[in-house]
Each structure stands twice: as structure tokens, then as C-alpha cells.
């Protein structure tokens, strides 16, 4: 399913966040989206059962693996992904109801989906790559997280350096060394990026009649 | 003189703020200075006399026609253009020295101006156009000019059109509502350009070593 199918009022803007698992990408997320009025969250769909906490609909939504598949043979998902024995994906129909409103789109998603979201975009997308300071302080945040096995952790820490080493395809790279100030960081971009010439839907009417003689 | 005559040990930005005259430019562009330890302004040459508290070497270099004209002919201007009666220009070397140490320039130039820019600057520039809200609140803030005959507001009007007529051709636009806004709004993109991927200087070392696999 493409984006274009719904013609879409405004040029409604795509903000992908990725990080290695651990980096403080959620967090940031979170106080974006407390902050900001005009975004909401994608929320992907995952066959992995939830973790202690996670609301089903607001942190992701938890289906089964046939009713994943379905969605993915049915054209319903923007991007999808195999991450160990799990799939995740983002269905496309919120995500085009959002930009219909006026709304941005917050997307927490990988390097994968973020390549995949690239295309349905057309130039609609602004990615971030949210990077740690230095790996040890990643390894420590993955091990404070209790209910993983070292196993799990060792795993994550390889992910992690895996996809860490697709920064080099996002648009713009925040270094997380403290919350508050990635949080301005990344407000400024979507400051910045709904004030691009091409997403500018506030411009006064007399502009519109001017005709460069140039 | 091209800006690549120098190494840049920094990929440096230069951000042009261009705006038809009355618009609010010069009084964003000095509170973003104010803001901003990292960025510098542009000082421009100016062969037209100074206007009542416009300080020589700080609002503009005043210079005679014969030396306006030597520098350009000596390929030391970046930019430079003839508006009215008066001719303007950007200095290259004090914009190759600042990026040279490290800092951003601010350009306080018109289209003219930004359209050569570009081509020196190589992909190092960021523009954006400051819009007035409407055309008389304009004409208002051009009248309270006291030193201005009508026969010149007249004029600065007429060229303001022409100005905001090339709005077209710049990357980003704001809308001057309010100075706060406004100031906010240029900072916010100033901030984003810096984390641009190829801009980033504060990457964290182990990132460097990390290749991708796909």
C-alpha cells in the first residue's frame, strides 16, 4: 500500500527515530511527543508477546504471527521486519489517517524499516539516528534492564552494533549525552523540517500572487 | 575566489537569512547572535554612505566605488550585486577565516546575493526567507523609517515585491508573526542543519570503526 492512495491536504511530514536498543531512543520519544501537539506515535504491530508494562495499542500492538502475515500478503504495511524469532511491522492505514489531519508521524523503528518507509515516503521522511556517548554506558543501560538473561544481553549488544553501523543513512545523527538536551535536538529538526519551503502551510495569501521576473 | 581555496577542518555552515527590507531580518539576525556563541555575522561592503547609528565595520564596511569595484575585479568578493544607485558585496576572506575556526557565518543578504552564494558555498548553506505576515504591515514598518522620503518608501516597496517574489528559491521559510517566534523558528533550523549527518563533528570514536554488513 502506498502513501499516495489517500490524497493527503498537507504535506504531512514523517519523523523516523532508530538507535541501538538501549541508546534512550523511547524516552526521547516519549517526551517529544509530550511536548509537541502535533505529532502522534506510529504504533507498530509485533508478534513478540508484550514485556511487563507495555500497553498493548499505545506501546505496540501485540497479533499473531498469522494475522501478520495476512497483513503483509493484503499490502497493509508500510514496512515489516524479522528481528530474531520476531516480526514487526507498521500498518499503513493510522499512518495515513494521521497525515490526512495535518498530523506528523513519530516512527520508532530500525534501519530495516526505516529503508522500507524511505520508498512509501517520497520524500516525506525526515530520519534521526540517536547514538550513545561511548558503548560501555549501552552495555550498562542493556544489563539494567532485569528481566534479560546475559544470553539476551550478549545478543542485543551484537543487534546493537549491528545497527548502530547504519548511521551513515540517516539524515541527521544525535549524540544522546544528556535527555534534555537530545530532546531539543530533536524537536529543532521537526521545528526545522516542517518549516521547509515545500511543507510551509502557513504562508500568508499575498505571497502566493508574487511572480519572480527572474 | 572560490571558499574550496582553504581546508576546512570543519564542514562549516553558512546560514542566509534574506527578506524584503522592513520584514524584521536585521533584528532576528542580531538576537540569533546574541544566542549563539558559534555563529558570526557577515559583514558586508557597501559603496552607499551610512545611515544614522550604523557603525562602520560592524553594519557594513563603507567603501568608495573605486575600491568596491578593485575587490571584485580582483575576484575578492563572494558575492555582490547593485541595488539602486549602491553597490553591495561579501568579502571572502573574513568568511573563509571564520569557518575556517570553526564557526558558522550568517548572511544578511538578498536573492541576488544568496543565488551566488550558492554556488560558492558548495552544499554548506542553509537559506531561509523571512516573511512578513502581510503586505502593510509592511508598509507600515517601511514608513516609520522618519528618515525616508515617501518617494523611497515608495520605492522600498516596490522592491520588497520583487524580493519576496524569489521566496521560491529558498530552503526553508518563516513567517515573521512575532520576534520571539521568529528567532525561535531560525535557531531551530540553525540547530538541525548542525546535526546533519555530514555537518556531525562530535561523533563518538567507536562509531567510526563500525561498517555495515549490508
Excluded: C
Amino acid at each position: 500500500m502506498s502513501l499516495s492512495d489517500n490524497p493527503i491536504r498537507r504535506r504531512g511530514l514523517m519523523l523516523v527515530l532508530s538507535s541501538p536498543s538501549g541508546a534512550g531512543k523511547t524516552t526521547i520519544a516519549r517526551r517529544l511527543l509530550q511536548a509537541d501537539e502535533n505529532l502522534v506515535m506510529s504504533v507498530s504491530s509485533t508478534t513478540r508477546p508484550p514485556r511487563p508494562g507495555e500497553r498493548p495499542g499505545q506501546d505496540y500492538d501485540f497479533v499473531s504471527v498469522a494475522r501478520f502475515q495476512a497483513m503483509v500478503a493484503a499490502g497493509e504495511m508500510l514496512e515489516h521486519a524479522q528481528v530474531f524469532d520476531n516480526f514487526y511491522g507498521t500498518p499503513a492505514l493510522p499512518v495515513q489517517q494521521s497525515l490526512a489531519a495535518g498530523l506528523d508521524v513519530l516512527f520508532d523503528i530500525d534501519w530495516q524499516g526505516t529503508q522500507q518507509l524511505r520508498q512509501a515516503a517520497r520524500g516525506d521522511l525526515a530520519s534521526i539516528f540517536i547514538l550513545p556517548p561511548a558503548v560501555p554506558e549501552l552495555e550498562r543501560r542493556l544489563t539494567q534492564r532485569a528481566q534479560d538473561s546475559p544470553d539476551i544481553v550478549q545478543m542485543r549488544m551484537a543487534r546493537a552494533g549491528d545497527e548502530m553501523s547504519h548511521w551513515p543513512e540517516y539524515d541527521y545523527i544525535v549524540v544522546n549525552h544528556t535527555l534534555e538536551a537530545s530532546v531539543a535536538s530533536v524537536h529543532a529538526i521537526l521545528t526545522a523540517e516542517r518549516l521547509k519551503r515545500d511543507r510551509q502551510v502557513g504562508l500568508p495569501d499575498f505571497v502566493k500572487d508574487l511572480r519572480s521576473r527572474t
